[in-house]
């Protein structure tokens, strides 16, 4: 089976209008979109575009950096969640079932433990709203010292407790140092949605790492692809390359179907 492909929207030349993004979407070989968080009228046209198009949004890029819900200040945390609550909102005017999160930062001044516990309790919170509006809350790590090894993080979804609060999956970015193919085992039915990067570098590999064009790194793409099958994944997968014009683009989706062809 063949996943459906995506790219950022925001990666589309500014230049053109919104109807036109979608409509280049389409004609470049991808089949939907991950947006972000917009007011009420822009998700409107957003969506009305996309489906005159013929393309998806499937996922609204909230992020959260900007006010984690692993902060100890009262205010950051409401922020972050008077902000997370407003993506969720937004991805369901825009037709999207999940939202990326980033739910904690772990650094000098913020101790991992106290990022764990209090992010969970921000998102127990938030899940009713996620389960009202049927937008799954998708949490994925970014290289923010946090959830680092597949098992804490199966156990830390489980904690949360709801199945609308579930793991976004980002092949690229646990290659510095591991395997991706290990984590979507261990993750399994948890992940609902899955990033594209490649990655030089790596475990045994030196310590120098980047990160790639699709394909030229170091991942094991027909290991990742027996790994989603394993575990029954069949759902969207969404670059984060940057842009290029039509021809990069549509050879970016044929790099997609060629490493990522049935195993």
Do not use: C
């Not at 764990?116 to 970014?142: C, F, W």
């Not at 099958?229 to 014009?245: K, M, P």
């Amino acid at each position: 089976m063949e996943f459906k492909k995506a790219l950022i929207f925001s990666d589309l030349p500014g230049t053109l209008s919104v109807e036109d993004r979608f409509k280049m979407v389409r004609d470049v070989g991808f089949d939907g979109v991950e947006s972000s968080p917009v007011e009420p009228a822009e998700a409107a046209r957003m969506r009305a575009a996309a489906e005159s198009a013929g393309v998806a949004i499937h996922s609204v890029l909230y992020g959260g950096w900007h006010t984690p819900l692993s902060s100890g200040d009262p205010e950051v945390v409401e922020k972050g969640m008077k902000g997370l609550d407003a993506a969720l909102r937004s991805a369901r005017a825009q037709g999207a079932d999940g939202v990326l999160l980033v739910p904690g930062v772990v650094n000098a001044g913020s101790r991992y433990a106290h990022a764990y516990e209090r992010s969970q309790m921000a998102l127990r919170q938030l899940a009713p709203v996620a389960a009202e509006l049927e937008v799954s809350i998708l949490v994925e790590g970014v290289w923010n010292n946090f959830l680092l090894s597949p098992l804490e993080f199966a156990r830390y979804l489980d904690e949360v407790g709801s199945p609308w609060v579930q793991a976004y999956f980002d092949v690229g970015n646990v290659v510095a140092f591991a395997w991706p193919e290990d984590w979507i085992r261990t993750l399994g039915k948890r992940i609902k949605k899955v990033h594209l990067k490649d990655y030089k570098g790596g475990p045994g590999l030196g310590s120098n790492g980047r990160f790639v064009h699709l394909g030229e790194g170091s991942i094991d793409w027909q290991g990742v692809r027996r790994a989603l099958d394993e575990v029954g994944y069949t759902g969207w997968v969404t670059t984060e390359l940057g842009g290029g014009d039509e021809a990069w683009w549509k050879d970016l989706a044929a790099r997609i179907d060629r490493l990522l062809a049935p195993a």
